[in-house]
């Protein structure tokens, strides 16, 4: 992603965006598909167990995996909006010695970034113009689980993105969203070891559990 494409994120998600979704986190806990994904990764102990999260948000995801058992968490975040909001909710769940909070575009820093049991993805991949390397990074980096929430592949949801994407360039803005193939994700998953073994499906959201092939064949 060029730094073009990294000030519009920035633009997009900026710091009264993520005001509004720590706010919402504060009253209402997770939206629907963060609780979702944190059900797949809780139906065996997390405890002790690292996790890297890409696009990391306002940390809502983070504060509920280490309350869930998790150790450690590297975040990944593109936007510098979002930083000092996470950094709040951290330190108001006494979890900010936990989390590694890092600024940038995980494809392009991924050689920086050491493996995590667990990788998750919330809301990200339909923000990356490159599924490919975007998934085969987080699955590059995971010993045993990915989990990824990805736009559902119908056609209204493809007419609106499409309008917002129309309505991004009009403004001249790089931002695009995007609606990547599901079969294409799984076959990108495959190719690194990883097979879908669970999938939810919300009103608009996938939520979509990946697990290592030889992680299965041990447990």
Not at 133 to 141: D, M, T
Request: proline share 2%.
């Amino acid at each position: 992603m060029n730094d073009c494409c990294q000030s519009d994120y920035a633009g997009m998600f900026n710091g009264k965006r993520a005001r509004k979704k720590a706010n919402a986190y504060r009253k209402k806990g997770l939206d629907g598909q963060s609780a979702q994904m944190v059900s797949f990764l809780t139906t065996e102990p997390l405890d002790g167990a690292t996790v890297l999260e890409v696009g990391g948000g306002v940390g809502a995801l983070q504060v509920e995996l280490l309350k869930a058992g998790a150790d450690r968490i590297v975040s990944v975040e593109l936007s510098t909006e979002y930083e000092p909001v996470a950094q709040e909710l951290l330190a108001e769940a006494d979890l900010e010695d936990r989390v590694d909070r890092r600024v940038g575009d995980f494809v392009a820093m991924n050689d920086e970034l050491s493996a995590a049991d667990i990788v998750v993805l919330n809301r990200v991949i339909c923000c990356y113009p490159d599924m490919p390397a975007l998934l085969g990074a987080a699955c590059s980096h995971a010993r045993s689980r990915v989990v990824i929430t990805v736009p559902r592949e119908k056609r209204l949801l493809r007419a609106g993105m499409a309008l917002a994407n129309l309505w991004f360039r009009l403004r001249r803005s790089a931002f695009r969203v995007f609606v990547h193939s599901k079969e294409g994700m799984i076959a990108e998953a495959g190719q690194h070891g990883f097979e879908q073994t669970a999938a939810e499906s919300g009103r608009v959201w996938d939520v979509i559990l990946f697990e290592r092939g030889d992680a299965l064949s041990s447990s």
